[in-house]
């Protein structure tokens, strides 16, 4: 089953993409040998990325995933920080 469109959801479009990402995959047995390759490829072709093993192909996915988590929990953490002195901010300027 894929997964409902974004705007199904309600999330904005630049939000979706900083936890999204997507490629096509080709997956190949290399001939004469009892290895699978792997290649990954942008949608707008403009990133390509081989890996002489399956391995390889996991290790990448795993730091995409892991590099896009951590980016995503610091932009949470730094929306709560701005709220907070946002909120602080309005109730020094609050009439007594």
Known sequence: ??????CELGVRMDEKRSTYLAYLL???LAEGEDVWRA?????DGAERH?????DGLYAFLDAQTREMA???AAQTRAA??????TRA???TRAPQ
Do not use: C, D, I, S
């Open 1 to 6: 089953m894929f997964p409902a469109k974004a």
């Open 26 to 28: 080709r997956v190949w």
């Open 39 to 43: 290649a990954l490829e942008a949608p």
């Open 50 to 54: 081989g890996f002489a093993t399956l």
């Open 70 to 72: 951590a980016a995503q």
């Open 80 to 85: 709560k920080t701005q709220a907070a002195q």
């Open 89 to 91: 901010e309005k109730k």
